[in-house]
């Protein structure tokens, strides 16, 4: 079983200002991770996956996050973010030897960008 | 191009009342999801199907029932609905298992409420 940890349920920052999103997960079997996006009242969206290679992993939107296995870390950036940015965002694993390609879900950060 | 369809959108129950939620997608995906969103809590796996005709249970399945009678719908009831029922669910598809490396695309949500 695998589990997911997001540090800040809410993170408040100001337009153009860089961000930082973290995320930790445990496991006993390798992983492949997911950042996913909800706007209100919105199912979530796909901004990147770690599948594997390269640990840097660029998304849409302008983000990237980076995978790092000795920290069992996946922490989601971006140096800028504008107002449009403002969502809830969820880190998501899922072991790569169960089918069903099943996520675990973590309780999520609300990102809040203000003017 | 409407990907993962969920109806009805919004619904309020009493106690003891049943229902059922209606997932369709039109992508053609083998898997399919359904999930409760929680404040707090994110996104919890209460069953999903491999494929038509297979079901099988998630992380939060008691006092929930599925079925796959065709491969582009997946159904989930609630035959006595209780307040702790109250909740946000999503519906979502992907592609085959984990070694397919498919993200979920996710329906819109059913904002059901149990009084």
């Known amino acids: 079983a695998q589990s997911v940890t997001q540090l800040d349920s809410q993170v408040p920052v100001f337009e153009e200002a860089p961000v930082e999103l973290r995320c930790n997960y445990s496991s006993s079997v390798s992983v492949y991770l997911f950042w996913y996006v909800q706007y209100p009242n919105q199912g979530l969206q796909l901004l990147l996956k770690y599948l594997s290679g390269s640990t840097l992993v660029k998304g849409i939107n302008g983000f990237e996050a980076e995978f790092n296995k000795s920290q069992t870390s996946f922490h989601l950036r971006k140096p800028s973010v504008h107002i449009s940015d403002t969502a809830e965002y969820f880190c998501a694993v899922s072991d790569q030897e169960t089918s069903g390609s099943r996520l675990t879900f973590g309780e999520g950060t609300q990102l809040t960008v203000n003017p | 191009n409407a990907g993962v369809t969920q109806t009805p959108k919004f619904r309020v129950l009493k106690t003891g009342q049943s229902m059922t939620l209606l997932c369709a997608q039109d992508?053609?995906?083998?898997?399919m999801y359904w999930y409760r969103q929680d404040p707090g809590m994110g996104l919890r796996l209460i069953h999903y199907s491999v494929g038509e005709g297979t079901t099988a249970k998630g992380e939060v399945p008691d006092g929930y029932n599925v079925s796959r009678l065709k491969k582009q719908n997946f159904l989930l009831g609630l035959e006595s609905a209780a307040p702790s029922q109250t909740s946000v669910y999503f519906c979502?598809?992907?592609?085959?298992?984990?070694?397919?490396?498919?993200?979920?695309?996710f329906g819109d949500g059913t904002r059901l409420s149990i009084l």
């Open positions: 979502a598809s992907s592609y085959g298992g984990a070694s397919y490396h498919q993200p979920q695309h």
């Open positions: 992508m053609n995906h083998e898997y």
